[in-house]
DNA sequence: ATATATATCTTAGTCACTAAGATAATTAGC
DNA sequence: GCTAATTATCTTAGTGACTAAGATATATAT
């Protein structure tokens, strides 16, 4: 095999286990939430607020591309589970920002202790040099899914190229 | 800082990134479907398709996590969309093979266009030897995510010790 | 032959989601 | 200051994908 074919072949090794893992951790995720009693959104969310810190209600939704309306759902249950806290900005009190209770959130961190210890492991057996490189790949395939999402929405917002404004009428 | 402490940063930044970019990476995969017009678990069914090829029905279950029904009404959409066929295994006929039609998966691609070539153009920036590296990466950190999916299973399908049939009634 | 097991499909009911509009608070224009 | 427009969240009605349980059809075992 030429040295561009076994490149090739290499990117789509490459291709194919990070679309594989990829799917792992969206099965892992909805078995943590099935676990929890929670749905997959409502651990979604979750997930940015520990990220994130204090958010308002609005930027979860644009986070997570949810309507306003389902997130109010969210909040609302995980609220009711204990979770999070909602708390109104005394100075924009339209605002609701949404807040993790950390007390609360320990009894979920028991179901991640499984694979934070595979990963910590895994991630041990790197030097610092290489967890760089891993990190840098990471950051710049996070841009590159963000950048693929705004091209994506764009292409689907604006399919009409306007209804063509006929000046005169038929 | 200390080399440990900023090693142990440099993990923690890591950890963020892969969850920043899994996180982004489902959103993609839901505005990839919205555009199309199916839904997430569909899209999610046609990846899997395209990775494994043709596969049964129950397969395609057990890899998403969903229930036989639910997956009988994925496969009903996807054919109706033209995007894939079943076809009854002649040799075993309860089993449905489920198989994509390529001629009607191109209109797909389209939305991945985008999305490959940021791919691309940031593994071309890796030589073969770090190419390596982020393959044997990708490649444990899903061995790690599924492992540490099936135990937190069993964690959950045996919550109970059974009744306890006590040996001596008390 | 009959029973059991396997693979998919069907049905009834549930729950999270969207779209549209209501409510409440803030900011801008006059 | 008063009215209008804007912003942020919540409410409501309706839709659609999901699960659980059982039906159907085929295959294997005794």
Redesign the pocket.
């Known amino acids: 095999m030429s040295r561009a074919k076994a490149r090739a072949a290499l990117m789509q090794e490459l291709e194919n286990a990070l679309r594989r893992s990829s799917a792992q951790g969206v099965i892992f995720g909805q078995t943590v939430a099935n676990t929890v009693g929670i749905?997959g959104?409502d651990l979604e969310c979750l997930d940015f607020l520990n990220l994130e810190g204090r958010v308002?209600?609005?930027?979860l939704?644009e986070m997570t591309?949810?309507?306003?309306?389902?997130?109010?759902?969210?909040?609302d249950?995980l609220e009711k589970a204990g979770l999070v806290r909602?708390e109104r900005d005394p100075?924009?009190?339209?605002?609701?920002f949404i807040a993790i209770v950390p007390e609360n959130l320990a009894r979920i961190g028991r179901f991640y202790e499984h694979m934070q210890r595979g990963m910590v492991k895994l991630w041990e057996s790197y030097s610092d040099a290489e967890l760089k490189l891993l990190l840098e790949f990471a950051t710049k395939g996070y841009e590159t899914m963000l950048a693929a999402t705004e091209e994506l929405k764009s292409m689907v917002e604006a399919p009409r190229p306007k209804p063509a404004k006929k000046s005169k009428r038929s």
Chains 1, 2 share one sequence.
Not at 56 to 59: D, K, L, N, P, S
Not at 67 to 72: C, D, E, L, S, V
Not at 91 to 96: I, L, N, P, S, T
């Open positions: 749905s959104s308002t209600a609005g930027r939704a591309g949810l309507t306003t309306g389902a997130i109010t759902g969210v909040i249950r909602r100075a924009d009190r339209r605002k609701v």
